[in-house]
């Protein structure tokens, strides 16, 4: 995963399928602005929670979008990057199993599909219970998602996931305490706010009642 031997940023391609940019222009009170903008695919999110071990199941991967952040935010650019000074290491994430809407498919359909490739657990859709839906990247992308919660059990796990073609993904089985750590006051992640946001419903709703009061 964190086998990165060169970086380095490119011109982004007017086909990709991925980020579409583009500028807004609007009349508000009487006043014509713009907004810069990025179009990318909606998405799906799960909490995963494994009764049988009573944890909750998350993945890590490498994001270039995260790594590139955090060097910015040091050094104010992403000229020559020392890999050494700035290890792959730091563009890991903690995420919940998510997924972007690309297939001709019901999102909760779409949503399985995920906890099977990248988490290995295949569940039936009645299994899987929608939690909500929110708008992300309000100020870039105000793309939809949809956050959903599944319970699982080793029984329902069939292959080791880490996702399909060439995603490299590991599939983490969080301790409860490990997962209250992540959301207390003062905690530093490079989670994503879905991720938190998951993790502090699951708290709130149905984690044990001898985890939400220790």
């Known amino acids: 995963m964190e086998n ?59 994001r270039p979008a995260v790594y590139h952040g955090v060097i910015t935010s040091a050094q104010g650019n992403f000229d020559n990057v020392d890999l050494k000074a700035f290890p792959p290491s ?18 909760i359909e779409i949503a399985r599909e995920e906890v099977v490739e990248e988490c290995g657990y295949d569940v039936p859709v009645e299994r899987i219970e929608e939690v909500m839906v929110y708008r992300s990247g309000v100020g870039s992308s105000g793309a939809k998602q949809a956050l959903y919660y599944c319970e699982v059990t080793d029984a329902d796990r069939v292959t080791s996931g880490g996702g399909v073609e060439d995603e490299i993904i590991e599939v983490v089985d969080l301790s409860l305490d490990e997962a209250q750590r992540m959301i207390q006051k003062g905690a530093v992640n490079n989670s994503p706010p879905s991720c938190l946001l998951g993790l502090m419903w ?13």
């Open 4 to 62: 990165v031997s060169k970086v380095w940023l490119g011109p982004l391609p007017e086909d990709s399928p991925y980020v579409k940019p583009f500028r807004l222009y609007y009349v508000q009170n009487g006043v014509e602005k713009n907004w810069d903008l990025l179009k990318v695919h909606d998405s799906v999110a799960i909490i995963l929670y494994n009764t049988t071990r009573q944890k909750l199941v998350l993945v890590r991967q490498f």
């Open 90 to 107: 730091i563009g890991v994430t903690l995420e919940l199993c998510a997924g972007i809407v690309d297939k001709s498919k019901s999102w």
């Open 202 to 214: 699951f708290f709130a709703n149905k984690a044990p009642k001898c985890a939400t009061s220790a």
